[in-house]
């Protein structure tokens, strides 16, 4: 036998008893399985399903239309009075379907103008982790814009003056694309003024359910009389380890209203973070006024962060360009292909007026040329300006969390994709 025969011989030896404990193995398991699900069968006991690590997945159906909500508490949140809470509980006393940290709810309200009610609908981000019992938001009073005619904030104004604890709301079920994940990736929440409102939702949320997440918080205000819940957010940061926050003053007082543990003088922007965070894979989630999203959603990607790792909601998203999707040419449509112009025909107000993609979307193209839409939210959440399609078809420039009604569209969040007849 040559050598080489040998050192076969061996290597075959060797597999053998490999598999042969590997079967052995196997076999053991395969009993012990049997045993305790026959052990499990004798208990009557139920099988255990797996939930994707992904969906938030609820043990109480959401409901469709209108629920009505009573004000159980209204809670100023800031040292300026400018920022109050709603507590919301239901009338009909059920529980409340759990949502995805950061979705919104919509208000249908009944505003008193001379001779009765004008109805407006407005949608205010859930400020408070899911909870079975009740809902909270946080609204912002907006005040008349200095030096112009223009009036106050309405849905706002009224919130805050004429809404009072016992008050009755109607309110839409939780919806809303922009939420946190269930992964275990380090994330960075970044509010900016009242669009911190979301971020305290995924907050309290992950400090609730995954305490070992990693988690930042950069708050983005002028001022400390700006912070809302600053005792809160403080003691939060103090008690979980895992838990960095970061009030950032872009004006700061002299008295230093702020906590100064926690204080930066600055806005919030990419130095500001290259400073502050490890180099990690982390999830950025971002809310604030339009000026902020505009410098801050670019520059984290001319910085390298992956663009899925970027999720955001702005006043008026619309207007944010995703780096990836602005090097990405438009679809062109076959009237546009075929150098045919695509109109715009208004049916009720017998206009038919040439669209150009300038116009943006079919709400704004509509007001520009004298024809009232009633529209609450303006980013495809609330349906108010939901019209029939008589002829042709509409794109959806992002997803809209209504879902219009079949032969409908969400003139806000959509345009023309061939010449359209619509019932306006």
Known sequence: MTSLALALWIAAAILLQIAVYLAIGFWNHWLEYRALRHRADELNLPALEETPDEEFVPNVACWSGLRSFRVDRKVFEDVAQSICSFYLVPEDGQALPPFKPGQFITFTLGIPVPGGQQKIVRCYSLSDAPRPDYYRISVKRVPAPPGSDLPPGRSSSFLHDQVAVGDVLSVRAPSGHFHIDRSDAPVVLIGGGIGITPMLSMLNWCLNEQPGRELWLFYGVRNGRELVMQSQLATLAEKHPNFQLRFCLSDPLPEGLAEEKFQINGRVDVPLLR????????????????????????????????????????????????????????????????????????????????????????????????????????????????????????????????????????????TPKTSVILEA
């Not at 989630?285 to 670019?298: A, H, K, N, Q, W």
């Not at 040329?369 to 509409?394: A, F, H, K, M, P």
């Open 275 to 414: 400073m502050q965070l490890p180099l990690k894979p982390y999830r950025y989630y971002i809310c604030g006024p339009t000026p902020m999203m505009e410098s801050l959603v670019p520059a984290l990607a001319e910085w390298g962060v992956p663009d899925s790792h970027i999720h955001f909601e702005a006043f008026g998203p619309a207007s944010i360009k995703r780096q990836s999707s602005a090097a990405v040419a438009a679809p062109v449509d076959e009237a546009t292909a075929s150098g045919s112009e695509i109109i715009v025909s208004f049916a009720k107000s017998g206009k038919q007026i040439p669209w150009r993609p300038a116009a943006g979307s079919l709400l704004e193209f509509a007001e520009a040329n004298g024809i009232t839409v009633d529209s609450g939210c303006r980013v495809g959440g609330c349906g108010t300006c939901q019209t029939r399609i008589n002829l042709g078809e509409v794109a959806y420039r992002q997803a809209p969390d209504f879902d219009p009604e079949a032969g409908t569209c969400l003139l806000c969040v959509c």
